[in-house]
Antibody, heavy 119, light 107 residues
Framework: EVRLVESGGGLAQPGGSLRLSCAAS????????MNWVRQAPGKGLEWVSY????????YYADSVKGRFTISRDNAENSLFLQMTSLRAEDTAVYYC????????????WGQGTVVTVSS | EIVMTQSPATLSVSPGERATLSCRAS??????LAWYQQKPGQAPRLLMF???TRATGLPVRFSGGGSETEFILTISSLQSEDFAVYYC?????????FGGGTKVELK
């Protein structure tokens, strides 16, 4: 079964840091690019970051550029999102997502991990 | 950034009726348009990619169309399990962008 499982969410103070993880199973992780997408409470979906299969190409949303860092460990089938200088507006459910093999639409999604930034 | 605009924000439909959802892009995305369904407390689910290709296992009552800047998602005969929020997303350019969503609710 193809599966993505996020972890690492929790409560952080403004200006603090958190590191999210996404464990992949059931497919050849090293062959796929990966994305992080977030959803603030009661709001829509916002793409956050992309990393290519080889890590050669990385993109960020302007809202997180310079504060978040995406990375991956293909040997461990894991995706990461290091979040620093957290703000209240970073409060959201964070999903990792894998695209289709034939398209860049987001096919497989994890269940999400909740990040709350509050003092 | 490509802005995706969905309409209407809320669609009230009776079971068995047809639902038509619209999505407009601020510039051409070709056919690089996906639709997702999200139910409360769940992750989004891919419905359609390439504007009109159904994801694996999607019932044929769902159809997608359009290109460039205007897209539609049609549910031909709404079932109880179809009441949800629907998002369009372009994957033509970075950053990837989503529409604000259309909530399909029970009339």
């Amino acid at each position: 079964e193809v599966r993505l499982v996020e972890s690492g969410g929790g409560l952080a103070q403004p200006g603090g840091s958190l590191r999210l993880s996404c464990a992949a199973s059931g497919f050849t992780f090293s062959s796929f690019s990966m994305n992080w997408v977030r959803q603030a409470p009661g709001k829509g979906l916002e793409w956050v970051s992309y990393i290519s299969s080889s890590t050669r190409t990385i993109y960020y949303a302007d809202s997180v550029k310079g504060r978040f860092t995406i990375s991956r460990d293909n040997a461990e089938n894991s995706l990461f999102l290091q979040m620093t200088s957290l703000r209240a507006e970073d409060t959201a459910v964070y999903y990792c997502s894998r695209p289709l093999s034939v398209s860049e639409a987001f096919d497989i999604w994890g269940q999400g991990t909740v990040v709350t930034v509050s003092s | 950034e490509i802005v995706m605009t969905q309409s209407p924000a809320t669609l009230s439909v009776s079971p068995g009726e047809r639902a038509t959802l619209s999505c407009r892009a601020s510039q051409s995305v070709g056919s690089k348009l996906a639709w997702y369904q999200q139910k409360p407390g769940q992750a989004p689910r891919l419905l359609m990619f390439g504007a009109s290709t159904r994801a694996t296992g999607l019932p044929v009552r769902f159809s997608g169309g359009g290109s460039e800047t205007e897209f539609i998602l049609t549910i031909s005969s709404l079932q109880s399990e179809d009441f949800a929020v629907y998002y369009c997303q372009q994957y033509s350019k970075w950053p990837r962008t989503f529409g604000g969503g259309t909530k399909v609710e029970l009339k």
